[in-house]
């Protein structure tokens, strides 16, 4: 993409997210780059900071609440 392109919004895939799973369990958070070399068939779409943001999102989900 060139500066100022915007990327079609795509759903992910119930393997992307167990790849992205996957990889912070054995890189760590924060090593996104890694992650998605390491699953680069499933994720080859997905940027560096679309990991970030959906880990952090994937996590916020499973969070209980404080109103719970």
Do not use: C, H, Y
């Not at 996957?22 to 900071?49: N, Y």
């Amino acid at each position: 993409l060139r500066g100022g392109e915007v990327r079609k919004r795509r759903r992910w895939t119930p393997e992307e997210e167990e790849a992205l799973a996957t990889g912070v369990q054995r890189f760590g958070e924060g090593a996104w780059k890694a992650i998605r070399e390491s699953a680069l068939e499933v994720l080859r779409d997905r940027s560096q900071v679309d990991l970030k943001d959906k880990w952090r999102n994937m996590r916020l989900k499973k969070a209980p609440r404080a109103s719970d």
